[in-house]
């Protein structure tokens, strides 16, 4: 079992930043690549990014290249999301995953695990 929870969603206007938290908990979590997805309203949940434990894969959805970044910090089981020039088209609900499968999947239904999410709301 992994336990999953995000953090450090808000409002901002456009062209601002916002960093985003993951804290993971559970056993075996060097087995687990973490994920973040977004779903807004009315929309599929959507592949934002995903970095393997050991940091060594990170691949970005093409809309986000470039503006985020993603890293994760071992010590603290903690995977980040780094967002800057934010577009209003980025609002959503942003939600941490885990997954056991190699090598790191994009689609969410291949996801064992889940955070609650965090509310990502930009301005225009």
């Known amino acids: 079992q992994v336990q999953l929870v995000e953090s450090g969603g808000g409002l901002v206007q456009a062209g601002g930043s916002l960093r985003l938290s993951c804290a993971a908990s559970g056993r075996a979590l060097h087995m687990y690549t973490l994920g973040w997805f977004r779903q807004a309203p009315g929309k599929e949940r959507e592949f934002v990014a995903v970095?393997?434990?050991?940091?060594?894969?990170?691949y970005y959805a093409d809309s986000v290249k470039g503006r985020f970044t993603i890293s994760r910090d071992n010590a603290k089981n903690t995977v980040y999301l780094q967002m800057v020039s934010l577009k209003p088209e980025d609002t959503a609900v942003y939600l941490c995953?885990?997954?056991?499968?190699?090598?790191?999947?994009?689609?969410?239904?291949?996801?064992?695990?889940w955070g609650q999410g965090t509310q990502v709301t930009v301005s225009s």
């Open positions: 995953a885990a997954d056991q499968n190699w090598p790191p999947r994009t689609v969410y239904r291949e996801y064992d695990y």
């Open positions: 970095i393997s434990w050991s940091g060594g894969f990170i």
